[in-house]
């Protein structure tokens, strides 16, 4: 928080916060708002490390994705953690203090999908840095209470933020029914890859093969947990996989893993690609494999809190840059660096004078 | 069977029978072929009915499926019924006299996917009227005996042949899902889109809409138990489905239907079409929708029989021609005229002096 | 609504209403209560229906039911239809008119629970009719807008009150998967075990036996669809089901029942019996049989109010009594006529001057 | 082998062999038979471990369990692995040679349970060491060649042979639904809870909490991955779990056991115990737990080779004895020192002269 808000005696800190916003593609300002306030069943969080998301840097270089466009100034992020520093009414004021991961999805809880627990299909959820709903790119940030999970001391600021992209990993891994004693092919080793890669191993997977063009990637996915990586394109994966897991959005990518699946196995389409999927139709016929995407995930935030609590996933490990607030169009351009993984931004941590 | 051939004491008659056999495409004859000997396990069966399938119309024409090509005569035909009249070593002469449905699938029953239940993905299955295996167009056939279904006097000759067709619906609604309440979208109203509509009716989809280009097929929909048709292409469904079943093998269909499907809904492809499937990716990521193929079917034939013994689905009604085994080639292009439905071929009626 | 209340610009009608407290075991009076107004997101409902479930009874007769029990004037009643009168922020005026069927537990939206689609078993839902919280045997209730479901002409008021206990018996075949060609023994043919009958009929179940030690049970159950009835405790079942349901609470229909489900076969336990439960355990293991409870239902009410519009599932014929607001005790005790399947009260109707 | 056997042109060793043979209760006698033929489809196996599990000790301490009596003289064993020596018509050559760990039940492979993949609960199973099929505790044994499974090197003859346990507990976890993020409860930690243990924990399950009365057991369980022990019949347990598994056999432990799961969680029975269970219906139905009891396994051995093999589960660590034939009956009465976990006879090594 700039310049040392006063915080009255129910812990809501008064004044003005920073915050990031998007204007126009490349347009981003670091500027002041009033900080929020906790509505009923809220808690306001002091954000600790937000995550840098691949679609992050698609609406700072582009403004839209697909028919999501930036129409009015966005506060971008959605990996988040933080420390939650007062609660609105009909929460516990126990909760101040606790450090958490937060949800970044809110649904409305009504309808026939959040009815059901697939709340990530809720037609009217609201999603932090998905226009128009601000992110978290900013000091502070009030949420609905249910959305902040507390984390315990195993889990670092950072790691916290990225049990979201983690949940994208769980929420894959589940959905290709990725077990112990399974054999799964991952396409791309990017971060949404890493983490597949890394909850498939701690699912008990005991074959993973994960391709990518760039060796620094696949050399990271091998540290993840991989049992065998392959350049992409290349004739090197062989053998029949109980399941396919795409999160390189490669059309040609799918198209070769489809054929690797076994009869009854899956196939999850994690990484947004082309605007049309291809597959050869005979192969999932005669297969009957079942093919399926994903949008976000659903219930994965005890899972992954347990994951990493317990040391059966380290996230840390994905972190190759830390940011100030005043520096976030550095971590949003981090990713032209081969290098780089994962950049996280630190709202809360001193700023130069 | 042809000059009455005598039978022996245990039931199984000598000499010879008639056969129609595939020799080139268009190159149907009906010749002499030695009975039968039912092997350990297995049953002689008599063929009372065989209805004709748009794959051996296929077979017939083209004399190939893809990579399955007639290299040497082949008996086509597999969707039978009949009476055993001889049984093989291990089998119970009780069997003898009993009026059977056949499962015409012989599956290894050792392999992986064998044990796991899901006995038609097998490699090694040996199925009737597919190159290199002879099929049921002649008046004897032996079977293993758990393939020969016993069924109740409520169910016709043809019915219990068409328990096969039956099937491939019955899969249908299983892979997506569809059960009391669902509402449900199908596409093309040929044979297999009729069984389709008929079991998605008897399991108690509440809304049922059939889409075809044919109006004499919609309206055999509309008695099959849709709830609404419209002609393929026109604009006139609308709403979200709980599932969509494609029957038609047509691309537009596909990309049409698929659009209708609610988020987290199925869609299953049974038709047989392009060689490749051209799908909307976003809609299937952001609603997650689950894809999958048919390929026939397990375990379908005791829920078919309590199917039609029970009257929740009738089989005769499709029928729309009856043949002898002299006039097969008819059976086989019978399907020409667009009333044609469904044509039947009876081996072991009465033939001509 | 008793003298002719006015009714504001909103269609919030003003003034008081009637409804039926109970004070005490069988001291229930008819007071009058001043007429609720729908909070957020909440809908008024002019109730015209309410089913008379045991449990109501149960309270009547001995205030509690387990731990549930009746410190304060309550208002019993939880099986509702009614139709929408005014409408809270938040919630269209179009609904006004309406009529609906009401579902009566109001979870809360936010546990693991409910986020994972089981709110029935959310600890904190508030239910109608069960202490501490009012039911709907009065003129009005407010409820919250999604949990009040538009159902078409094709329902009445009485049964569209009755898909709440339908919804038991959807659930119930869910949980034991009863679908199509399933067999499945049905314990119990009280109101209960008739919905839970129809709905294994209309999902395709095709062998249906039902028990029960009351022939007149036992004959609505023939016309609920069972294909079979046997008194219980008789010898009279034979055979391999699928699945057992009780609807019974007997404990020797339950030790009964459980041995004739087949291997890998389902025991579902509606009826609330004894405090223990005692099961072969060598059955259970040997057969691996599924056992498990319902507790209510969770996402049924677009499934029942299917079921009955088209007609698949009658309700109105469960209706052997209706009675005005002023006799809810005789409604409460109608129940001890063996005649008598479901009492409705009709909080509307015209009352005696 | 005694006596040096010669071996023909095709492998198979000529002459006879030692088994050990139970004729009555404690009457094990170790004699000579002929070495067994392999018939078509089968492998002939020179067998090289075989671990004692309680069954071979109840079996000769009893001479029955249950229903399953010894009436006429029985050779024990189904814990086994050993070495293809020769093979039957229709098995390849290559597999003479070849070290395989042996499933030890034979499914008929057609009857309805077979071919919906549930080959475990197969009526015409039969099973090692079960009256009246005879065991391995011989030197060689034929069995079928789809049961003998290819073992890699990282797999001891030893650990080959524990595989059978090892599908015990993969198969409670999978009846169980233990997965990455699941918190388990079992009770027990005999060879069987040590097995659960292991494989919950190689499943990712974040919280496994195991309980046995005995202290050298429960340190065990601390080894095989238990998160937290506790003394069966403290009141230490406590919390909520997603699953709950008896190795017990205990009614005490699983009537504390139940009363731990949270709503919709699962109680999966392994142990063997009292002829009745007897559980609290209020909680099975409030919370609508899934009850079920595990007998053998299913399609388990190429998961269990997986986890051995990627070290993922250790199992050499269990064996606490090892015994040459002669001594079998020192290996059956082992389990009376509590520090014996698991005891294998290894019918093959070089027996004194």
């Known amino acids: 928080m700039s310049a040392s808000p006063s915080t009255g005696h129910s812990g809501q800190p008064n004044g003005t916060m920073m915050a990031a916003v998007l204007y126009a593609p490349r347009d981003l300002r670091i500027e002041q708002r009033p900080v929020p306030s906790p509505s009923q069943g809220e808690v306001l969080i002091r954000i600790l490390s937000v995550g840098v998301c691949g679609s992050d840097v698609h609406y700072y270089e582009h403004g839209r994705i697909g028919d999501f466009v930036v129409r009015s100034p966005l506060v971008l992020g959605h990996e988040s953690s933080g420390q939650i520093v007062a609660v609105g009414k009909g929460v516990s004021s126990a909760r101040v203090g606790q450090r958490v991961a937060i949800e970044p999805g809110e649904p409305c809880r009504r309808c026939d999908q959040c009815r059901a627990g697939r709340y990530n299909l809720c037609p009217n959820i609201r999603f932090h840095g998905t226009p128009p709903v601000d992110g978290t790119l900013s000091e502070f940030v009030a949420v609905q209470s249910d959305l902040a999970y507390a984390v315990p001391d ?46 498939a191993h701690a699912v008990g997977a005991t074959r993973i093969v994960v391709t990518d063009v760039n060796p620094i990637r696949l050399s990271a996915a091998l540290k993840s947990g991989a049992t065998a990586i392959a350049v992409a394109g290349s004739d090197d994966v062989a053998g029949e996989f109980d399941g396919f897991i795409d999160c390189s959005g490669s059309s040609a990518a799918i198209a070769a893993g489809v054929r690797l699946v076994r009869p009854g196995g899956s196939v999850v389409l994690v990484g947004m690609g082309a605007d049309e999927l291809r597959l050869p139709l005979g192969v999932v016929q005669q297969r009957e494999l079942v093919v399926t995407g994903t949008f976000r995930y659903a219930n994965t935030w005890p899972t992954a809190i347990a994951l990493v609590a317990s040391g059966r996933v380290s996230l840390d490990d994905l972190v190759t840059g830390e940011y100030g607030l005043a520096d976030v169009e550095q971590a949003l351009t981090a990713g032209r660096d081969p290098q780089s993984v994962k950049a996280v931004v630190q709202p809360s941590r001193n700023q130069p004078a």
Chains 1, 2, 3, 4 share one sequence.
């Open 154 to 199: 195993e889990i670092s600021d950072n790691a916290a933020a990225l049990l979201e992209p983690l949940s994208v990993g769980i929420w894959a891994n589940r959905k290709a029914g990725v077990q112990v004693g399974t054999s799964v092919l991952i396409a791309g080793a990017g971060p949404i890859g890493l983490v597949t890669t890394k909850v």
